[in-house]
Each structure stands twice: as structure tokens, then as C-alpha cells.
């Protein structure tokens, strides 16, 4: 019966280290970006639209579509990988933007969220994971 009492604390704390490893590898990943890339200011030229989803369950969603300036003079013109309402960027707006000099095509837009909301919402996940398996631990260790 022990096993029962172990099972769900050893899980969940185990369902935790997986994300805390998650969050770390997305921290990593927009470490290494900021890293590598040069930094810009883009202008947002339009809002793709673009019917996404299943067949049958499309789900109309947006990709912004940015021109910025690189370091050496070259204007360029990239279609962003994450979607977004249709209310979330306007066309004029400024948004940072982070490119390799060698493929500057494909640059990203560099906010906060873009960059760091991955690695935040993983460690959270892990974090209340960790307490609520450590909490169900602690009561089958004492037995109560």
C-alpha cells in the first residue's frame, strides 16, 4: 500500500523536473538567441492572415509581417513565425527585432513574451509541481 501513498508525490514530482528541464533548454534557446544576433528596430508592414487549424475547425490567425533596416544598410522584409490576434500589432507600429547577420531573413521580433515566456511558464508549471508533489510527499512520509 506504500507504493499507492509514493505514487502521485513521485510523479508529480517527476512531471516537474521534466518541465524545469523544458524551461531551462527555452532559456537557453533565447539566451544563445540574444547571443548570436545583432539587435534592429522593425516596422510592422502588415497582418498576414491565415486560416489555420484542422480541416473543418479553421481558426483565422495573424503573422505580422516586419521590414527593418540591418547594421550594413540592407532593408529587409521577414514574415514572423508566431501568430497573433489581429489587434495585437498594428501596421506602423515599432517592434525590436533580433537577426543573424549571415540570414538576417530570419529574424524574429524580440519582446519579452517572444522571448522569455516559454522559459517562465515552464519553471512556474515545474515550480507548483514541485511544491504540491513535495507536499503529498512530505504527508506519506508521516503517514498522514
Known amino acids: ?55 473543418g475547425k479553421g481558426k483565422l490567425v495573424y503573422f505580422p509581417e516586419v521590414k527593418f533596416t540591418t547594421a550594413d544598410g540592407r532593408e529587409v522584409q521577414f514574415r514572423s513565425g508566431e501568430s497573433r490576434r489581429a489587434d495585437h500589432f498594428e501596421p506602423g507600429d515599432r517592434v525590436p527585432v533580433r537577426y543573424d547577420p549571415a540570414a538576417p531573413e530570419k529574424a524574429v521580433i524580440a519582446t519579452f513574451s517572444a522571448l522569455w515566456a516559454l522559459p517562465l511558464i515552464y519553471a512556474a508549471g515545474g515550480l507548483l509541481l514541485l511544491l504540491f508533489g513535495g507536499w503529498f510527499l512530505r504527508r506519506a512520509v508521516k503517514g498522514g
Not at 6 to 35: D, M, N, T
Open 1 to 55: 500500500m506504500k507504493f499507492v501513498e509514493y505514487f502521485i508525490p513521485l510523479v508529480l514530482l517527476a512531471i516537474s523536473a521534466v518541465l524545469f528541464g523544458k524551461g531551462w533548454v527555452q532559456f537557453e534557446h533565447a539566451r544563445e538567441l540574444l547571443a548570436r544576433t545583432e539587435p534592429a528596430e522593425g516596422t510592422i508592414v502588415r497582418m498576414a492572415p491565415y486560416l489555420g487549424g484542422r480541416i
